[in-house]
């Protein structure tokens, strides 16, 4: 018969289990790779508690030489096998979980995580860093997928960071700002303004070829004219213009990308309105002796240019569309003060126009399969959910229209 052993209380101890000379205990087991792992605490009785987690881990299969695991060393695990991404996406990522994760919830044990360390983590980021919920919405894809790298490695047994943003939502009512489409009030009076204003008429191009074609502002800055058949009257999109930002990469400039999906790549048809730009912008170019001087990653002879031949950035884009906005509400007042404040134009940035576009489109009853195609939306929902958005804010209207009509003919 074997002796079992006993502690200095006379208890019997479990296999790997051992009382130390300094005091306490410490459990001891092997892994699969043959090497030997401790644990230690004061009493016996907690011990057991941490001994049967790891019995149960080894039992369901999963790793337990990664106890010190921090979540920063699933990250770096994450960067170096993560795969597909576009670079300034990858960038931006890396930026977000270094910026806002690393020195924070980054220092904590994977495995002794818990739901309520992200939902403390993600209100911490709203409370005290004042980010809005895209933001953490962008935060919370990197912590979730650095965690489902964990589970799917065999150091985790689930994804503590599940439903994360849902449940931040819900409790807290955050919701992202739906986008408002112009309407076609604004809509005409914003194009009008451009196109006839000494000042802006310069501008005119971009935006009525945004507005006509619903290209993403990267999509439009990275236009050349050898993407544009005007015989067939066909915008190809194949690629679309990036600039990287110091904080977010290892250099500052321009780059090209190739589309994140395939629904990206995409012949958006030329209508009336965008061919004219298109035609307005050659002639600008030409009048005022300006080329596109840039080559970026091979592409040149890019459409839309600032006074220096150079592409134009995403920035100075949205700050040339708040002073439109303001001169153009200024010219409109000044030409009738008693105009209805709800046709003047609100804050709204380039992406809006991409969404006016889409918005005229469902307003015209087209297709919603061709919709998506359209616009290079990869996901059908996507679609849907600005139809169904649209649909609705219709359907409010012209229930108001009848209720006018039944007042009337009362």
């Given at each position: 018969m074997v002796k079992r052993r006993k502690d200095s209380k006379n208890r019997v101890l479990k296999l790997g289990e051992s009382e130390?000379?300094?005091?306490?205990?410490?459990?001891?087991?092997?892994?699969?790779?043959?090497?030997?792992?401790?644990?230690?605490?004061?009493?016996?009785?907690?011990?057991?508690?941490?001994?049967k987690k790891i019995v149960h881990d080894i039992d369901d299969g999963i790793r337990t030489n990664n106890l010190n695991l921090t979540l920063n060393d699933l990250y770096n695990i994450w960067i170096n096998v993560k795969k597909g991404l576009k670079s300034n996406t990858f960038n931006n990522y890396r930026y977000m979980y270094e910026h806002f994760v690393q020195k924070s919830i980054g220092l904590y044990k994977v495995r002794s995580l818990h739901r309520t360390d992200i939902r403390r983590f993600y209100n911490n980021l709203v409370d005290n860093d004042g980010l809005q919920i895209n933001t953490v919405g962008t935060i919370h894809l990197v912590v979730h997928q650095v965690l489902q790298l964990g589970v799917e490695d065999d150091i985790l047994r689930k994804n503590v960071s599940d439903d994360g943003l849902k449940e931040l939502k819900k409790v807290r009512g955050l919701h992202g700002t739906k986008r408002k489409a112009l309407t076609i009030a604004q809509q005409k009076l914003f194009l009008d303004f451009i196109k006839n204003d000494p000042k802006y008429k310069h501008w005119y191009p971009t935006f009525a070829v945004m507005l006509g074609s619903g290209l993403r502002v990267g999509e439009l800055t990275g236009l050349r004219w050898q993407d544009v058949d005007l015989k067939n009257n066909m915008i190809n999109v194949t690629h679309t213009l990036v600039f990287y930002d110091r904080s977010k990469a290892s250099y500052t400039g321009f780059g090209i990308n190739t589309p994140k999906t395939k629904a990206g790549y995409r012949s958006v048809p030329i209508i009336k309105t965008v061919r004219e730009a298109l035609i307005n912008q050659k002639q600008y170019l030409e009048s005022n002796n300006l080329k596109s001087v840039d080559n970026i990653d091979g592409f040149q002879n890019f459409i839309f240019v600032n006074r220096f031949g150079h592409v134009q950035h995403q920035g100075t884009l949205n700050k040339a569309l708040k002073r439109i906005i303001r001169d153009a509400n200024f010219d409109a007042l000044n030409r009738s003060p008693t105009i209805n404040e709800e046709t003047l134009l609100p804050d709204f940035s380039c992406h809006t126009l991409r969404h006016t576009f889409t918005t005229r489109l469902i307003e015209s009853g087209m297709n919603v399969k061709v919709i998506q195609e359209a616009l290079g939306h990869s996901d059908i929902q996507t679609t849907l959910n600005i139809y169904a958005d649209v649909t609705k804010e219709l359907k409010k209207q012209q229930f108001a229209h009848f209720d006018d009509f039944i007042a009337e003919n009362d």
């Open positions: 130390r000379k300094t005091g306490g205990y410490q459990y001891r087991w092997e892994t699969g790779d043959g090497k030997r792992h401790y644990i230690y605490d004061q009493t016996l009785r907690t011990l057991r508690t941490k001994e």
